[in-house]
């Protein structure tokens, strides 16, 4: 057999050129831009344009440092591509669709006419597109229980918090310069998976009483690459009649990161900023993902294959990517009633 030069295969693999046609002006296309792009982030159209294709030729690095280091596969763990049953077509359908993944808070062209239609990559654990399409279906639904609530009793006094518990922990032996040998990889996969399943811990013990006392909450555990080592968050959103204490996650030697608080009459204002900001905590994507060193992105992405990192309980059990479909239907289903209507008003004034 002769030998097949799987990482020259895959740098042939390049971003198809894109033209932005416009950016999106839907509070939940600006909430989607606010949190990928991060918090401080002064946006105008031309900087969002700009950080969106960095964005994604980051993204588009990492992608490829993952698989030609054979780090992290997309679509399966770690398969050796040089193994016979190796199914290299659909590895590359796969991977072509994580990077040309898009964003959804833009309207785009691409600039060369492409016959195949890209969908989403849905890996919304590490892709930051699919990360901001889970993050602004959360915001409309929470948006919308919002404004139903506020609707049936103006003068409620529920309120939304969100809390962010977060912990450190280190590489071992990890050198800034000279990374460190695949077998310590294996090792930090292992921290890491007892790491996240002292949150899952810490989290059950709070989920029943969330159940109860709340009218809906919402938490994931998010990774943070940090420069020798990772941070574990596990960020709490919840919606709760009065301003009493709420169950929160407690962590030994955990740091709060985050804890704000606003009525929820107060976020239903037409720019709702406050609310932008305590959901736009429990949302923001974790850049150093990107940036950080591939390592630790790896043993993130192995570690936590296939486990649920996100649930809900209450208004909030149908949450992330649960609503990405619910969402479509609704959408398809408006569509059709207006043109239903147009036509019928067409129709009427046929009659006349
Ligand atoms: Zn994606």
Redesign the pocket.
């Known amino acids: 057999m002769p030998y097949f030069d799987f990482n020259a295969h895959m740098r042939r693999y390049k971003l198809v050129p894109w033209r932005v046609a416009r950016v999106g002006r839907r509070v939940r296309h600006t909430f989607a831009q606010h949190f990928v792009l991060g918090a401080e982030y002064k946006k105008t159209h031309n900087k969002i344009r700009t950080a969106t294709n960095t964005l994604r030729e980051l993204?588009a690095q990492r992608l490829l440092e993952l698989v030609s280091r054979r780090l992290w596969f997309p679509g399966s763990q770690k398969p050796d591509p040089h193994h016979p049953d190796f199914d290299l077509r659909k590895f590359e359908l796969t991977y072509r669709?994580?990077l040309f993944?898009?964003p959804a808070y833009l309207y785009f062209a691409w600039r060369r006419k492409t016959t195949a239609t890209f969908r989403?990559?849905?890996?919304?654990q590490?892709?930051?597109?699919?990360?901001a399409?889970v993050a602004a279906v959360n915001y409309r639904y929470v948006k919308s229980t919002m404004r139903e609530l506020v609707k049936k009793a103006p003068r409620t006094k529920c309120v939304v918090a969100c809390r962010i518990v977060g912990r450190d922990f280190l590489a071992p032996a990890f050198h800034p310069l000279h990374g460190c040998e695949d077998d310590q990889i294996s090792e930090y996969i292992k921290l890491m998976q007892a790491e996240i399943a002292a949150h899952k811990t810490a989290y059950q013990q709070v989920a029943k009483q969330l159940q109860r006392r709340t009218l809906g909450s919402m938490a994931h555990i998010v990774v943070v690459p940090l420069a020798a080592g990772w941070r574990v968050e596990t960020r709490q959103f919840v919606l709760q009649q009065s301003n009493k204490s709420w169950p929160r996650v407690k962590l030994r030697n955990g740091k709060v990161l985050y804890a704000k608080s606003a009525p929820v009459v107060a976020c239903c204002t037409p720019d709702g900023a406050k609310f932008f900001d305590i959901f736009g905590a429990f949302s923001q994507y974790p850049r150093s993902l990107l940036t950080g060193y591939v390592e630790f992105t790896a043993a993130y992405l192995v570690s936590t294959a296939g486990t649920r990192l996100s649930s809900g309980t209450g208004l909030f059990k149908k949450t992330g990517r649960r609503l990405i479909p619910y969402y479509r239907q609704k959408d398809a289903d408006a569509r059709a009633r207006k043109k239903e209507l147009q036509a019928s008003r067409g129709a009427a004034e046929n009659d006349l």
């Open positions: 993204w669709r994580c993944c898009r989403p990559c849905h890996k919304s590490i892709c930051p597109f699919c990360a399409r």
